[in-house]
């Protein structure tokens, strides 16, 4: 007999199924014993009635460890008492693989758990349906992007993870052993998308970028994944459109599709509204309300403070200061002189959740704009180099994976929405 899984169960009329799961619980009440069973779809009582259920099954059902993988072929009743109004009256059970006890860490709902020691046991963390859930929706919310680019008629490209020199002029570049020669690992795939657009137009990736910032904070990773769009013939007015219609649909998708991990997380999503607002009214507002300004950049709490004023919205503050930005972001009408550029960055539920922005796409502006950042242009000659032929104005944005899924399921903090992070400390599992 082929293999049901439990959600259909409980949706679909079957009269004997075959089942394999983890035994999420398991009571004993001497003459009646319960089994709860797990699979990715959901969950359901197995019920061993002494003198009714096989001895040797009703034996078995004792003391079978917590989260051992088991099969249980059955027979599907109705029943009141049954979470869900169904269970499983078993013919046979064969452990399939057994666990050991106790274990590590406790993976039942009402798990305290603390975060360190869940994700030293990371793979057992994920036995929990509301783990899951966070893995869940995050993977629909690549579904959706991929979905959306498409639709957009962008190409999804990939890009290299190993790289001769800095593409962004960082420091925080980890540094490896190629060879004979030093190499870095990416910080960004700023060059090679904006290369791409030069020729295919629109492109798009799910980029891992590493970093090495020693901070320890719960919104930063040292890998971490985006979201990646650029876009050739167009400018910031143009990218943050197209990145705020993109995290309707993801959203939208999630509610759509994602309803049961929602409920089991306790998160109430709505589709995002769209606000523009220049850096300069920003800071207006924001000091109103008693935020203390700084004149580059938006603290955590002035990116809180517009979740407040701006509830469900993306913000996007855009017309920033060219301080606060990198060389290759445009400055305002071209000229190398602006105080401010054509950079933007998305806030969203409190948090930055995206920077982007129009690229200076001519060469001797960006020579410019490298040596007033005191950088040298000689560093970066393949990139200014690049723009020589035949480069469109463009622009793009990055949108972080796991920033993205943070806010948006209220966690609080980031390694929550990384299967296995790789923090300051964490090189494993
Ligand atoms: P922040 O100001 O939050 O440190 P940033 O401005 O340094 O971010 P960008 O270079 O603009 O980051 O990266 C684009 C997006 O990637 C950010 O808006 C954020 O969503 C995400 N991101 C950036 N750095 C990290 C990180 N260290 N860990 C996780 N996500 C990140
Ligand atoms: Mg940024």
Redesign the pocket.
Known sequence: MERTMIKDVFEKSKKNVVLRGWVYDSRDLSKVRFVVLKDVSGRIQITGIQGKTDAQVFKLMKNIPKESAIEVVGRVEKSDKAPGGKEILPESIKIIAQAESPLPIDVSDFSKTELPKRLDYRFLDLHRPKIQAIFKIQSNLMQGFREFMIKEGAIECQFPEIIGSSSEGGTDLFEIKYFEKKAYLSQ?CQLYKQMLVCSMEKVFAIFP?W?S?KHNTV????E?R?FDYEQGFADDKIVMDVLGRCVQYMVGKVIDENSDELKLLDVKLKVPKIKYLTFEKTNKLLEEKGVEIDER?LSGEAEKKLDELYPDTIVFVHDWPMKGKPFYIMPKDEKADAELSNGF?AIYKG?????GGQRIHLPELLIKRLKAKGLNPKDFKSYIDSFRYGAPEHAGW???V???TQVLLGLNN?REAVLFPRDRDRLSP
């Not at 919104?219 to 040292?222: I, V």
């Not at 948090?351 to 920077?355: A, D, H, K, R």
């Open positions: 960004s970028t970093r910032e919104r930063h990773l040292n971490a985006q950049d960055d948090m930055e959740v995206s920077s990055g949108l972080g796991e920033r993205l980031i």
